[in-house]
């Protein structure tokens, strides 16, 4: 039986230390950088001959570009246009490190807590640093929402911080768990098929197969879906702050 669990390994491949500290270089890191040049290839040959009428792979770096720009003007609106560059940033990284994720002995980087909540904690962090420095002391009025009678606002103000503190957990265990476990239930059907092919009923071995294939082809989505989930709840962290909704 195959350790479903031992593709979430992080090894070490270029021991690092300096004192105490490990920051060596590990299989995580590994498939970040093949993230990152990957999505600089992109754009470099997308847009090395710019044309008024784009050939097909300039037009898809510019969908990509509408359709980020467009979502945070949507959900931001024209202030948050500073944050385009944080956005589309962390669009690309989560995107890369779902599809990726997707490649037979591959290394999924965003099936961690400590990276997802990492981007959850500096997506938090930046969105209130725009809210306190453009209201100050008000931004506290996101506690206690219009039309509150007087009497429940402790309670309310205790529910909001909670609810408002909880952001970056749902966001990063949101998106963690469901990598985690679509690529669990693609090792176990893998396994099954594997199992079954070196038994005696190895025409049994077809379905748990198909059920892979399928199970791929939602992967492709979820990893599609969930980096879009993301950013839209970030750019909407964000509103809340800059705009006190």
Request: with cysteine; proline share 4%; charged share 10%.
């Amino acid at each position: 039986m195959i350790d479903p669990l031992h593709q979430f390994q992080i090894t070490k491949i270029i021991p690092i230390f300096i004192g105490a500290w490990d920051i060596s270089y590990t299989n995580s890191a590994l498939w970040m950088t093949i993230g990152l040049i990957c999505v600089s290839l992109f754009f470099y040959f997308s847009l090395k001959k710019e044309a008024i009428v784009p050939n097909r792979l300039q037009a898809c770096a510019e969908l990509f570009f509408s359709f980020i720009s467009n979502m945070v003007k949507t959900y931001i609106g024209k202030e948050g246009i500073v944050f385009f560059p944080f956005i589309f940033t962390l669009f690309w990284f989560i995107l890369m490190g779902n599809l990726l994720g997707l490649i037979p002995y591959s290394f999924t980087y965003t099936s961690h807590i400590a990276v997802t909540f990492t981007l959850a904690i500096i997506a938090f962090v930046a969105a209130n640093i725009a809210g306190f420095k453009k209201h100050g002391l008000k931004m506290f009025h996101l506690l206690l929402p219009n039309g509150i009678p007087i009497f429940l606002a402790p309670l309310m103000i205790i529910i909001e911080l909670i609810s408002y503190l909880a952001r970056p957990f749902s966001l990063s265990i949101r998106l963690f768990a469901n990598m985690m476990a679509g690529h669990l239930i693609l090792k176990l059907f893998a396994s099954f098929t594997a199992m079954l092919a070196e038994s005696s009923l190895a025409v049994l071995g077809v379905i748990p197969l198909l059920l892979n294939i399928g199970v791929t082809g939602l992967e492709f989505l979820v990893a599609i879906l969930q980096t879009y989930v993301f950013t839209l709840l970030t750019c909407l962290y964000i509103n809340d702050a800059i705009n006190l909704h």
